[in-house]
């Protein structure tokens, strides 16, 4: 195998694919996108030198019609796309032991997790003990499927089920599952990943390749069948500037999403460079990445920097992973430089410091309109609403008030920013009224705790928001 090398770590000699070697003087004009696939395709494919071929060859003109297999180094389901999944490995079994065969042979090739939150039905809600409710009402309305899983996790090697109660697939890859670099088999390799799920990009955040995909198509690659793509067009959206204070992740995250959409990002990628990348936490920036679907693009990238390492400390991986992936980045061109700007299909400019307060909607929730125009929207949204008897809802009025995963509850400031206005809010005596159903689903118990240190917890409670679960969950109105 052509380009290969090897890099010492802690000690020991790790083969790794040399993209210095491989891309040559090309390496800082690819994409960090394209990089990754050059590793990869170097790395895991049939025909490896056709792939680097076409994917060098796109420098020339940003668009390609060529064909690439990318093999991903893990595969990430929930609950309800695995079950298929494991309908059919366990047929294929069942087959293999009629044939006289052992069925115990059959096992995913790649590590899969999958992560039970995903479903939640808000049946209690606003008072103690809630979550407990949710949880147990879940397992007893799932417990066919939840020992179906639990047959899984026990018969299947490289198959690893998160139960209820843990955190959603997003975030659990975050705080968890993510390793940006990981050590296998003598060789160090970028952490990627297909996801069954639309907002599988959240984790392109710290640096991780991936995409979400559908059920059939994530089953192929579970058992070794590499995902086949066109070498994508990159857009690249070059940041300037830094976020004004009082700005948050999630303005930031309708103003990507407004811009991107004036465009047709269909098959794309899209890959964010310049200096105002450095400006934004990990936290920013996988809120930014986890409106990819809203977006309409495959990825919203943004490549390793220090902001990931530091981020991968604060959420408990070992010093010496962090200097790992450090140490594996930094010499294979995969480390981000402000300075640097790759050849792209397309640039789109963003001065964050233009980045205002926003909401969405109020019809799609990809449309920005700023915070002060709320008023105005939504009344011309209901019109001339009739009035309502004292202490009942009238038409216009807001009957689900959430604050859930996985975009806003993935970074920390946005639910510490939530709980501080709750604290003013019940400092002032103000409360939902009665007919609003409150909720709070933040991603992992990880958000409980910070919370509660935080001593922002009981100032949610007290107005509504306790919480229900760990899930992606709008809390609808309950019968």
């Given amino acids: 195998m052509e380009f290969i090398s090897t890099l010492q770590v802690g000690g020991a000699a790790l083969r790794i694919v040399d993209l210095p070697l491989a891309a040559g003087k090309h390496l800082p004009r690819l994409p960090h996108i394209h990089r990754l696939l050059l590793e990869n395709v170097l790395r895991c494919a049939t025909e490896p030198a056709a792939g680097r071929t076409a994917l060098l060859a796109w420098l020339d003109?940003?668009?390609?019609?060529?064909?690439?297999?990318?093999?991903?180094?893990?595969?990430?389901?929930?609950?309800?796309?695995?079950?298929?999944?494991?309908?059919?490995?366990?047929?294929?079994?069942s087959a293999l032991a009629e044939a006289g065969h052992d069925p115990t042979l059959l096992n995913p090739v790649l590590p899969v997790d999958v992560s039970t939150d995903h479903s939640l039905a808000v049946d209690a809600y606003a008072r103690p003990g809630a979550m407990a409710v949710n949880i147990r009402n879940e397992y007893r309305r799932n417990a066919e499927r939840y020992r179906f899983m639990k047959w899984a996790t026990n018969s299947l090697s490289n198959f690893r089920v998160h139960p209820p109660g843990t955190g959603i697939m997003h975030t659990l890859n975050l705080e968890r599952l993510a390793t940006v670099v990981t050590e296998r088999d003598g060789w160090l390799i970028p952490d990627t990943l297909i996801g069954t799920d639309s907002h599988t990009p959240m984790i392109n955040g710290i640096g991780v390749l991936a995409w979400g995909v559908g059920g059939i198509e994530a089953e192929s690659v579970l058992f070794g069948m590499p995902v086949m793509l066109r070498v994508p067009d990159v857009i690249g959206m070059r940041l300037t500037g830094r976020l004004r204070e009082g700005v948050t992740a999630t303005d930031l995250a309708l103003t990507v999403t407004e811009r991107l959409r004036r465009i047709d990002l269909a098959d794309r990628f899209v890959e964010f460079f310049g200096p105002g990348v450095s400006a934004l936490s990990a936290g920013d920036r996988a809120v930014v990445a986890n409106m990819t679907p809203e977006f309409g693009a495959n990825s919203g990238f943004f490549p390793v920097d220090a902001a990931t390492i530091?981020?991968?400390?604060?959420?408990?991986?070992?010093?010496?992973?962090?200097?790992?992936?450090?140490?594996?980045?930094?010499?294979?061109?995969?480390?981000?430089?402000?300075?640097?700007?790759?050849?792209?299909?397309?640039?789109?400019?963003?001065?964050?410091?233009?980045?205002?307060?926003?909401?969405?909607?109020?019809?799609?929730?990809?449309d920005r309109i700023p915070a002060s125009a709320t008023a105005a929207a939504t009344h011309a949204l209901r019109g001339s609403p009739?009035?309502?008897?004292?202490?009942?809802?009238?038409?216009?009025?807001?009957?689900?008030?959430?604050?859930?995963?996985?975009?806003?509850?993935?970074?920390?400031?946005?639910?510490?920013?939530?709980?501080?206005?709750?604290?003013?809010?019940?400092?002032l005596g103000l409360r939902p009224p009665a007919h609003v159903k409150?909720?709070?689903?933040?991603?992992?118990?990880?958000?409980q705790r910070y919370l509660e240190r935080a001593g922002l917890l009981a100032d949610l409670e007290a107005l509504g928001f306790g919480i229900v679960g760990f899930d992606d969950v709008t809390a609808p109105p309950t019968a």
């Fill in 61 to 93: 003109r940003p668009q390609s019609q060529a064909e690439i297999a990318f093999l991903p180094s893990r595969v990430l389901m929930h609950d309800t796309t695995c079950g298929p999944a494991l309908v059919d490995i366990a047929a294929m079994r």
């Fill in 386 to 427: 009739m009035p309502a008897p004292p202490g009942e809802a009238r038409d216009g009025a807001v009957a689900i008030a959430a604050i859930t995963s996985c975009t806003n509850t993935s970074d920390p400031r946005l639910l510490v920013a939530a709980g501080l206005l709750a604290r003013k809010a019940r400092a």
């Fill in 310 to 366: 530091a981020y991968l400390r604060q959420t408990g991986r070992a010093a010496a992973h962090c200097a790992m992936v450090e140490a594996y980045c930094q010499p294979q061109g995969l480390w981000f430089d402000p300075a640097e700007t790759p050849v792209f299909t397309r640039i789109v400019d963003l001065d964050l410091s233009e980045v205002e307060v926003s909401v969405a909607g109020p019809r799609r929730p990809q």
């Fill in 438 to 447: 409150t909720s709070l689903a933040p991603g992992s118990p990880a958000a």
